[in-house]
């Protein structure tokens, strides 16, 4: 009988585990399926648009330049990126563009836009002639006969033709061709500085190397001044926060710490306040702080310090929980104060793991600052926000987005160094 209840228990224990392992995965796949209909997955196609991602991409390793045209006035003006930093004085032009009575605007292979004295004209290859009368009854446009093809966008009051040569854009007052370009034009120099054009080697030569670096550093276009303040306001906010939160939450780590904190309620107090300061997040700090302090690089490095602060306060006193009594006996035999107990007994053990945290967050939150910095106005996250709401300067998106990868390599190898120097002696 005892054998009979033994096999049927274990009977019934192995159909449990197999139940069990069976039960898993298929909770795990209706997850997903879950997932992939709650997040409308089957309709991510219909809104991909593979255009736009296209238009960005180039927007990112490339330059606009904008010929535009005031219908009412025939006066042309010609700029990159459209932006008067940009803007070529009166009279020049790229030599891609024919300025007189009429402006003939070759975009290459073939693709020639005219502005003429009272019509613009697009030559396209393989297509045709298009010609456009704009005034106060409308664009008036004639193409070539047959079906409309889907790159041309044809109202009474606007015509909008996208070609892989360019753009051209017709209205009632305005005629306007924008032509892509590779490179990051004006980086160097803009069109107003006499350094424009040179080479290197050209540049050398002049000797003027101060004019140069000055005219590099103030452009206009780049700002490129006003980046690197950014930049160092973004590693300003990261230092301040992370060092802040190590040197408040050391000694409270000793209050939290069981084996230095005898009363009960303090230990009690000290780690709730850790969980409600490291339970918000830093962006919800971010956003509670800018309400109180206003915007700026103070308020995110606040942010930072609150957030830190329960962190480390929490690694800390779980460190100084597990240091080694018998050398803070050995310290204490020799008649050491208090004080004298925790700098030789207790700093030296937990100095590794201190130094080890402190150096890893202050990495991390060289990222973090980025965000924060866009939140609360300053640092380079705030120049990379500007950048992408204009929805129209995306290699300078691509520009901070590079520098921002550069300085956390540097931060990593620099943590990396500090480490090795200050735990290991290397």
Same mark, same amino acid.
Request: hydrophobic share 45%.
């Given at each position: 009988?005892?054998?009979?209840?033994?096999?049927?228990?274990?009977?019934?224990?192995?159909?449990?585990?197999?139940?069990?392992?069976?039960?898993?995965?298929?909770?795990?796949?209706?997850?997903?399926?879950?997932?992939?209909?709650?997040?409308?997955?089957?309709?991510?196609?219909?809104?991909?648009?593979?255009?736009?991602?296209?238009?960005?991409?180039?927007?990112?390793?490339?330059?606009?330049?904008?010929?535009?045209?005031?219908?009412?006035?025939?006066?042309?003006?010609?700029?990159?990126?459209?932006?008067?930093?940009?803007?070529?004085?009166?009279?020049?032009?790229?030599?891609?563009?024919?300025?007189?009575?009429?402006?003939?605007?070759?975009?290459?292979?073939?693709?020639?836009?005219?502005?003429?004295?009272?019509?613009?004209?697009?030559?396209?290859?393989?297509?045709?002639?298009?010609?456009?009368?704009?005034?106060?009854?409308?664009?008036?446009?004639?193409?070539?006969?047959?079906?409309?093809?889907?790159?041309?966008?044809?109202?009474?009051?606007?015509?909008?033709?996208?070609?892989?040569?360019?753009?051209?854009?017709?209205?009632?007052?305005?005629?306007?061709?924008?032509?892509?370009?590779?490179?990051?034009?004006?980086?160097?120099?803009?069109?107003?500085?006499?350094?424009?054009?040179?080479?290197?080697?050209?540049?050398?030569?002049?000797?003027?190397?101060?004019?140069?670096?000055?005219?590099?550093?103030?452009?206009?276009?780049?700002?490129?001044?006003?980046?690197?303040?950014?930049?160092?306001?973004?590693?300003?906010?990261?230092?301040?926060?992370?060092?802040?939160?190590?040197?408040?939450?050391?000694?409270?780590?000793?209050?939290?710490?069981?084996?230095?904190?005898?009363?009960?309620?303090?230990?009690?107090? @000290?780690?709730? +306040?850790?969980?409600?300061?490291? /339970? $918000?997040?830093?962006? #919800?700090?971010? =956003?509670? %702080? *800018?309400?109180?302090?206003?915007?700026?690089?103070?308020?995110?490095?606040?942010?930072?310090?609150?957030?830190?602060?329960?962190?480390?306060?929490?690694?800390?006193?779980?460190?100084?929980?597990?240091?080694?009594?018998?050398?803070?006996?050995?310290?204490?035999?020799?008649? @050491?104060?208090? +004080?004298?107990?925790?700098?030789? /007994? $207790?700093?030296?053990? #937990?100095?590794? =793991?201190? %130094? *080890?945290?402190?150096?890893?967050?202050?990495?991390?939150?060289?990222?973090?600052?980025?965000?924060?910095?866009?939140?609360?106005?300053?640092?380079?996250?705030?120049?990379?926000?500007?950048?992408?709401?204009?929805?129209?300067?995306?290699?300078?998106?691509?520009?901070?987005?590079?520098?921002?990868?550069?300085?956390?390599?540097?931060?990593?190898?620099?943590?990396?160094?500090?480490?090795?120097?200050?735990?290991?002696?290397?």
């Amino acid at each position: 009988m005892t054998t009979a209840v033994l096999k049927s228990d274990t009977t019934a224990l192995f159909r449990r585990k197999r139940l069990g392992t069976l039960a898993w995965p298929v909770l795990i796949a209706a997850y997903i399926v879950y997932v992939f209909f709650a997040f409308d997955v089957p309709g991510l196609a219909d809104r991909i648009s593979v255009k736009n991602m296209q238009t960005l991409v180039a927007d990112s390793y490339s330059y606009k330049t904008h010929v535009t045209r005031d219908n009412r006035s025939a006066e042309v003006s010609i700029a990159i990126e459209g932006e008067r930093k940009g803007a070529y004085a009166p009279g020049t032009s790229p030599d891609w563009v024919a300025l007189g009575e009429e402006t003939v605007i070759d975009l290459g292979e073939g693709h020639i836009v005219t502005f003429g004295p009272d019509t613009v004209s697009y030559n396209i290859p393989d297509y045709g002639l298009i010609t456009a009368q704009p005034g106060s009854s409308g664009v008036n446009a004639t193409l070539p006969t047959g079906q409309t093809p889907d790159w041309i966008s044809a109202s009474k009051n606007r015509m909008a033709i996208t070609t892989d040569a360019g753009r051209l854009t017709i209205t009632r007052n305005r005629s306007e061709v924008f032509k892509y370009s590779g490179g990051w034009e004006l980086f160097f120099f803009t069109l107003d500085s006499p350094y424009h054009g040179m080479s290197f080697g050209q540049l050398v030569g002049t000797g003027e190397y101060a004019a140069i670096w000055q005219d590099f550093w103030r452009n206009k276009m780049w700002r490129h001044y006003d980046v690197a303040w950014a930049l160092f306001e973004t590693l300003l906010m990261a230092f301040l926060g992370t060092f802040g939160a190590a040197l408040i939450a050391l000694p409270l780590g000793f209050v939290a710490a069981r084996n230095f904190s005898p009363l009960g309620s303090l230990r009690f107090a @000290a780690r709730r +306040l850790f969980d409600l300061l490291r /339970g $918000v997040d830093g962006l #919800i700090w971010t =956003i509670v %702080l *800018s309400r109180a302090f206003g915007p700026g690089p103070l308020t995110g490095a606040l942010a930072i310090l609150l957030t830190d602060t329960g962190t480390f306060g929490k690694i800390f006193s779980e460190a100084l929980e597990n240091v080694d009594g018998k050398q803070i006996e050995g310290i204490t035999s020799t008649g @050491a104060k208090p +004080l004298q107990r925790y700098r030789f /007994g $207790v700093i030296p053990q #937990i100095t590794p =793991i201190l %130094l *080890s945290q402190v150096l890893y967050y202050l990495e991390s939150n060289t990222r973090s600052a980025t965000i924060i910095g866009a939140i609360t106005g300053g640092g380079i996250g705030l120049l990379l926000t500007q950048a992408i709401a204009t929805q129209k300067d995306w290699e300078e998106v691509s520009y901070y987005i590079i520098l921002i990868i550069l300085m956390v390599m540097a931060m990593d190898t620099l943590s990396g160094w500090l480490r090795r120097r200050l735990i290991k002696g290397t």
